[in-house]
């Protein structure tokens, strides 16, 4: 099936897809320039994103188990997504948008009831995205049969969504924000709202398969499919979820950074610049890897994918350190799809592929918990600090050598596991 030849019948998942992430990228990836503008430092930041990446360790295992047992995937699907768009408007009428004298102390951060409700409100939006997004993953590779050439014909729809609303986003923030001193955000939650209304329209036009088989007890589920590929498995996940932190929740202020220091003449246009390297990640990064990594992991197998997905996070943020225009950061986005994609895909399919009947949900969670909680909230943290100790700089040269040491550890450790008789998939 081309690209462009739809199949009708998954037509529902593609739109879903497509709105669900349409209605993330305006918000997400331009949460730590938010806190960036209300004066709060790296460290707090980096504090706030850590919280709710632990959160993954676990909302998503949680939602699995549940919906596993309770046979109620698509009820928490709908409200998940519901919920998602009222909380959504909800951050834009949070006081203190803007710090007028730059950032702000830490203890005095600390010590505002605004601060506290921010923290609450992104945090409980956070918690409602972390279910959709496991459970869209389970319900699709439920829907495909565990076809990973399949899901990622329909996941592709996803990046097509974030990038072109990321543009759009970008681009309305800063022609919204053009006669004002500081950037308003505006349109990107009023397109985030609307895009979720859409999506939870779609959703519920979705027929949600329920599992086959009972499930009692999440540590009975987790004990089925516990050993020792498993467990490295869960640790290579963990890296990938640490190095796509620093993407996610760094790149933008990464970016800010590189007009303001380096570039200032380009500061009145740098939220079109973030908002078009989102687009290129997606539209022609993550999407053709996504149409072929079924092809590409069918060919290597899980392990090697991730092999190759280190290697390729290596030279991409080795790449970042010696940048200081930013418009420069924009071909380097292309590698987006064998970086994220390429061991994201690589971790729903084996995930899929080990799953006892009836544990799916379960074991998708375990993924997400390995990869969004442990991984991305520890390579939060880590960022935090190498952010303000290093500069945004130096700690993607710092992450791009730990990359580079993780993939030589891990074709170390894969080989060994072969030779002993350790099957990989």
């Known amino acids: 099936m081309g690209f462009l030849n739809i199949n ?29 503008q209300r004066g709060y430092s790296p460290l707090i930041v980096g504090d706030i994103f850590t919280f709710l990446l632990l959160l993954n360790v676990v909302v998503k295992p949680l939602t699995g188990f549940v919906t596993d047992k309770y046979k109620c995937r ?54 409602l995205f972390m279910m959709a997004e496991v459970l869209q993953e389970t319900i699709t590779m439920t829907i495909v049969d565990g076809d990973v050439v399949l899901f990622g014909a329909q996941r592709l729809w996803g990046a097509v969504g974030w990038g072109l609303t990321s543009l759009v986003a970008g681009t309305m923030i800063d022609w919204y924000s053009r006669t004002k001193e500081h950037k308003d955000y505006l349109p990107g939650y009023l397109l985030s709202m609307t895009s979720l209304m859409l999506d939870f329209a779609v959703a519920c036009r979705l027929k949600v398969p329920e599992s086959d088989a009972p499930t009692r007890n999440i540590f009975g589920d987790v004990k089925k499919v516990m050993n020792a590929k498993m467990g490295m498995f869960l640790v290579w996940a963990m890296a990938g979820g640490i190095f796509t932190a620093y993407i996610w929740y760094y790149f933008i202020w990464y970016v800010d950074d590189l007009g303001t220091i380096y570039h200032p003449e380009r500061k009145s246009i740098l939220h079109s610049i973030q908002g078009f390297s989102l687009t290129i990640e997606c539209l022609l990064g993550e999407v053709p890897f996504f149409y072929l990594s079924g092809h590409v992991i069918n060919r290597t197998g899980h392990m090697t994918a991730f092999s190759i ?10 790449l970042y350190s010696v940048i200081r225009d930013p418009l420069w950061v924009l071909p380097v986005e292309l590698m987006n799809g064998i970086t994220f994609g390429l061991s994201y895909m690589a971790g729903i399919s084996y995930s899929a592929k080990i799953a006892p009947n009836g544990t799916e949900g379960t074991v998708q969670g375990l993924f997400s918990m390995a990869f969004h909680g442990f991984g991305s909230s520890l390579g939060s943290t880590i960022a935090g600090y190498t952010f303000s100790y290093l500069g945004s700089v130096m700690a993607f040269r710092f992450i791009g ?15 060994f596991m072969k030779r002993n008789s350790i099957t990989t998939i």
Not at 101 to 121: A, C, K, R, S, Y
Not at 401 to 415: F, G, K, P, R, Y
């Open 8 to 36: 009708k019948k998954y037509l529902p998942l593609k739109t879903h897809y497509f709105l669900f992430d349409a209605g993330n990228s305006p918000i997400i990836p331009f949460l730590s320039t938010i806190a960036k």
């Open 74 to 127: 698509k009820t928490i699907f709908l409200g998940s997504l519901l919920l998602n768009a009222f909380l959504t408007g909800g951050m834009y009428l949070i006081p203190g948008a803007t710090s007028l004298t730059g950032e702000i102390p830490d203890g005095e951060v600390l010590n505002t009831g605004v601060f506290w409700l921010f923290d609450m409100v992104i945090t409980l939006r956070m918690v």
């Open 309 to 318: 997905s280190f290697a390729m996070y290596a030279l991409r943020f080795l």
């Open 401 to 415: 050598l730990v990359a580079l040491a993780t993939c030589i550890v891990q074709v170390t450790v894969n080989h």
